[in-house]
């Protein structure tokens, strides 16, 4: 395993993310639609960014079942973002 600075900040990315999204599920305030959304953009973003640090650190070549798993999900990044700022600032009509 190859681990640069970038691959850290890339894990640390990752972490970040995932202890975001329990800390939002756990709170009381997750019934709101931005929060939901948060989650789900945080997700989103967490698992877009995990083939990046697979392949930086090597561990694609080490193990190479993880090149099948379809984690390329950075094309949903933009219209999860468009709904989340439009939660939050204009009136939502739609609910999750």
Request: proline fraction near 4%; charge should be positive; aromatic fraction near 16%.
């Amino acid at each position: 395993m190859n681990l640069n600075p970038v691959n850290v900040l890339i894990f640390l990315g990752i972490f970040q993310s995932l202890v975001i999204i329990i800390l939002i599920i756990v709170s009381k305030s997750f019934d709101t639609t931005h929060n939901k959304l948060l989650v789900a953009l945080l997700a989103v973003v967490s698992v877009s960014l995990t083939p990046t640090f697979l392949g930086n650190s090597g561990l694609i070549e080490k193990y190479h079942f993880l090149a099948f798993i379809p984690f390329h999900l950075a094309l949903f990044i933009f219209p999860v973002l468009y709904l989340y700022f439009k939660s939050i600032f204009g009136e939502s009509n739609f609910t999750i």
